[in-house]
């Protein structure tokens, strides 16, 4: 298996679109909700879109059977990079809470362990459903604060991260 990166950058605007701060031309035929033929420089392409997150501004992509995982940057990214602070919109998670009532059933964590993110930490049995509670970034565990059997309310914290 092959891994390139690619670091170019592609502006849509007005007057059209720049690779690296240079005008290009492509033909862009959408096939269906996912899929594209693009034909720059006298070369054909198949493009289909694979996943996209919003939320983490990524697409993956499969181009002629390549898979590309790209990074999206709106405005307000450009903006924060700009200002030197790109990193100001990741924000610290520094504890868990249960997302609804419940009954602590799995504790899979203690004080001192390193997480990584989707870790599973605690199962909370709820409405007769058992909910395994995910870490949501990579992080340490600082104290636990409650046990299993514990009854918990929507909102409780039930593990601080440092």
């Known amino acids: 298996m092959y891994q390139t990166t690619h670091n170019q950058t592609i502006d849509f605007t007005a007057e059209g679109p720049t690779l690296n701060g ?6 862009l035929v959408k096939l269906n909700d996912r899929m594209f033929h693009i034909i720059r420089n006298d070369q054909s392409f198949t493009a289909e879109v694979l996943d996209l997150n919003a939320a983490d501004k990524t697409v993956r992509l499969s181009v002629n059977g ?5 990074k999206l940057k ?28 419940g009954l602590v059933v799995g504790i899979n964590v203690q004080p001192g362990d390193v ?5 599973s930490l605690f199962i909370l049995e709820a409405m007769k459903m058992e ?23 929507k909102g409780q914290v039930l593990v601080e991260f440092v």
């Open 22 to 27: 240079e005008p290009f031309a492509w033909d």
């Open 66 to 70: 390549h898979i590309h995982d790209i």
């Open 74 to 101: 709106d405005r307000f990214d450009l903006l924060l990079e700009k200002m030197g602070i790109a990193n100001a919109a990741t924000a610290k998670v520094s504890n868990l809470k249960a997302p609804m009532p």
């Open 115 to 119: 997480v990584r993110k989707g870790d």
């Open 131 to 153: 909910n395994v509670l995910k870490a949501p970034t990579d992080a340490t565990i600082k104290t636990i604060r409650s046990q299993t059997g514990d009854r918990v309310e």
